[in-house]
């Protein structure tokens, strides 16, 4: 066992599920900029509509890329085309400039940076969030130590795991509190706690 698993693997709840699923690998994907996009699309949405949607909006650009120039030129009436709401596709507009204009948004750039450091950076930008931010720290940098509790999938894994009775902002606390002894891998706990809540028991 690896030395990441060996040691979530002293929460004794944890380890019988890293001994019963399998976490499959995170793809190399250090296009941070079109992840971000890909992220403010896929807010609210099933995953197949988001996919849907989101290829279409690639699809209005050549080569299949939203270049930050090109997308801030495209007309709202042309997002729109793909499926966009009005108020995503600000949003978009709104990461491009950014990306032009303020901070240019690369896994380079933001690796430089520790987390919270990417957190404070991103949010600055209308329409980004926390949580989209914490995605991108756990799927696309791939980042050890992300807790995303504001994220509806952590909080159900740990009321099923830990049987956690708590509701509202007394939930917090009670994660944080379990998730204290899984630093500083706390990202790969919480993937396993995703793959956990959806998986059904035997």
């Known amino acids: 066992m690896n030395p990441i698993l060996s040691h979530l693997s002293q929460d004794k709840i944890l380890r019988a599920v890293i001994e019963s699923l399998n976490l499959p690998e995170l793809p190399d994907n250090q296009d941070v900029y079109k992840t ?4 403010i699309v896929s807010q609210q949405l ?3 509509a988001a996919n849907t949607i989101f290829g279409r909006f690639c699809q209005l650009f ?9 997308l801030l030129q495209t007309s709202a009436e042309t997002l729109r085309s793909a499926g966009l709401s009005g108020q995503k596709a600000n949003y978009l507009k ?4 950014f990306h032009l204009h303020t901070f240019p948004i690369s896994y380079e750039n933001l690796n430089t940076l520790t987390d919270e450091e990417i957190i404070k ?16 720290l756990i799927f696309s940098l791939k980042r050890l130590d992300v807790l995303p ?3 509806l999938g952590i909080r159900q894994g ?4 830990y049987g956690l009775e708590q509701t509202g902002k007394a939930l917090f606390p009670a994660m944080n509190e379990i998730a204290e002894a899984w630093q500083p891998y706390r990202s790969v706990a919480c993937r ?5 809540k959806d998986t059904p028991k035997p």
């Open 36 to 39: 971000l996009l890909d992220s």
């Open 46 to 48: 099933s995953v197949k």
């Open 62 to 70: 050549p080569n299949n890329y939203p270049e930050p120039n090109l």
């Open 94 to 97: 709104n990461i491009a400039d």
């Open 121 to 136: 950076t991103l949010t600055v930008i209308k329409g980004v969030g926390k949580w989209t931010v914490e995605m991108l």
């Open 149 to 151: 509790l504001d994220d």
């Open 158 to 161: 740990f009321i099923k795991l």
């Open 192 to 196: 396993y706690l995703w793959l956990a």
